[in-house]
């Protein structure tokens, strides 16, 4: 009931910053948990952050708590991952992924998850 497009990947230095974006559209967007996922080929999926319904205060990953930030605007239908001193192991595939009807205990859960993005590429390298 909605679809979800990430944006704003690329390659980028060590220490440097990137913004992605996940555009929603259909559904009611303000009633979805968001959440960001990565992915590195051979590995399982990693929560990264996450945003309640109704613009709660996200979560994030003790990995990524200190350098990098979500943010939501349901006025636009539109989730955000502010990465700041990326470091090569955050080199994956940035997913995000919605649900209407996730608990708190299984929000970092991908099965959780009923919709996603086809994912956005973020390489850091020196």
């Known amino acids: 009931q909605v679809q979800l497009a990430e944006s704003g990947g690329g390659s980028v230095k060590v220490g440097g910053s990137l913004r992605l974006s996940c555009a929603g559209s259909?559904?009611?967007?303000?009633?979805?948990?968001i959440t960001w996922f990565r992915r590195t080929p051979g590995k399982e999926r990693e929560f990264v952050a996450a945003s309640r319904r109704f613009n709660s205060n996200p979560i994030h990953a003790t990995s990524v708590k200190d350098r990098f930030t979500m943010s939501r605007d349901n006025a636009k239908k539109t989730v955000y991952l502010q990465m700041n001193n990326l470091q090569p192991e955050d080199t994956a595939v940035y997913y995000c992924?919605?649900?209407?009807?996730?608990?708190?205990?299984?929000?970092?859960?991908?099965?959780?998850?009923?919709?996603w993005g086809q994912g956005t590429q973020v390489t850091v390298s020196s």
């Open positions: 259909g559904g009611t967007f303000s009633t979805y948990t």
């Open positions: 992924a919605a649900s209407d009807s996730v608990i708190l205990s299984q929000v970092r859960a991908p099965d959780a998850y009923r919709y």
